[in-house]
C-alpha cells in the first residue's frame, strides 16, 4: 500500500478507514490531495473490504478547495475552474458512487463547499451535533459543484437546496438530519461510537445484497416505476443465488444471527 501525506488510510476487519488529514486547513483539498484519496478509493474497491468509512482529522471534516493551493497553481493566469472540476472532483464522486459495498462518512464538523457535496456523494452520511454543512459557492460567484446541484435537491427538495446555494447560509446538522440531507445528527460525546456501530453492523453483512441495494435506490432515483420493477427482479433473481442469501435463510430458520461472507 502506497505511503500518504495528505490523507490516513488504513484496510482492517472488512472495513476500508479513510480519513482526510490536512487537520491544519480544515482538510481542504489541494491536488496532492485528490490523488491519494483516488489511490486509497482504488486501493479500496481491489481489497476484501465491505464498507468504506470517511472522515477527517481535527475539528472539521472537509473546507472544499483550497484556495490559497489553487492561487499557487494559477498566479499570474486566469484559472481554469471547469478542468479542475473535470480532473479532480467529478473522478472522485464516481469513484465514490462506483464502489460496490456501503460509504459511511461520517461528518465530525465544518463541512463546506465541495466537502459538503463530498459527505452527500456517500451513502450514510452522520454527524455530530455541532457539525455545520455550507455551500459558499454563491460568494464566490460560482455554481456547486462534486456534485451538489445533483445532490441537494434529491436530497433535501428543490426550496432548500436553491435556499442553501443562493444564500449560502449554514446548515447545523440536526437540521440537515431534520430535511433529509444525512442519515442522523448525533451528540459528539456519542459520534465515535455510533460510528463504529453502523459501520461494524455493515462490514459484517451481506455485501452483494448492500451493493444492490445501492444500486437499485440510486437507479430509481431517475427511473420509472415499471423500470424499477424489472431492476428488483434481475437484482433479486441473481442475489436469491449467493451464499449470502441462503445463509440469511438457514439463520432466519434457525433463529440464530447470521455469518455473512460477502458473497
Known amino acids: 500500500m502506497a505511503p500518504y501525506d495528505n490523507i490516513l488510510f488504513e484496510l482492517r476487519d472488512g472495513v476500508a478507514r479513510l480519513t482526510l488529514h490536512r487537520p491544519d486547513k480544515l482538510n481542504s483539498f489541494n491536488e496532492a490531495m485528490h490523488l491519494e484519496v483516488r489511490q486509497a478509493i482504488t486501493d479500496t474497491a481491489e481489497s476484501q473490504a465491505r464498507v468504506l468509512l470517511l472522515t477527517g482529522a481535527g475539528r472539521g471534516f472537509c ?126 460525546n456519542e459520534f465515535t461510537s455510533t460510528v463504529e456501530a453502523i459501520v461494524a453492523q455493515l462490514a459484517t453483512g451481506p455485501t452483494l445484497g448492500l451493493a444492490a441495494i445501492k444500486a437499485a435506490i440510486y437507479s430509481g432515483v431517475n427511473s420509472h416505476l415499471h423500470t424499477q420493477l424489472d431492476i428488483e427482479r434481475d437484482l433479486n433473481r441473481s442475489l436469491g443465488r449467493s451464499r449470502d442469501y441462503a445463509e440469511g435463510v438457514a439463520a432466519f430458520l434457525a433463529k440464530r444471527p447470521a455469518k455473512f461472507e460477502g458473497r
Open 63 to 188: 473546507a472544499g478547495q483550497d484556495l490559497g493551493d489553487r492561487a499557487m497553481q494559477t498566479s499570474g493566469s486566469t484559472p481554469d475552474l471547469g478542468d479542475s472540476i473535470e480532473r479532480l472532483y467529478s473522478p472522485l464522486v464516481k469513484s465514490l458512487r462506483g464502489l460496490e459495498m456501503p460509504v459511511v462518512c461520517a461528518v465530525n464538523g465544518v463541512a463546506a463547499g465541495a466537502g459538503a457535496n463530498l459527505a452527500l456523494a456517500c451513502d450514510i452520511v452522520i454527524a455530530t451535533e455541532s457539525a455545520y454543512f455550507y455551500e459558499p459557492f454563491c460568494k464566490l460567484g460560482l455554481v456547486p459543484d462534486t456534485g451538489g446541484t445533483y445532490f441537494l435537491p434529491r436530497r433535501a427538495g428543490a426550496a432548500r437546496a436553491m435556499g442553501m446555494a443562493l444564500l449560502g447560509d449554514r446548515v447545523p446538522a440536526r437540521q440537515a438530519a431534520e430535511w433529509g440531507l444525512i442519515w442522523r445528527a448525533v451528540p459528539d
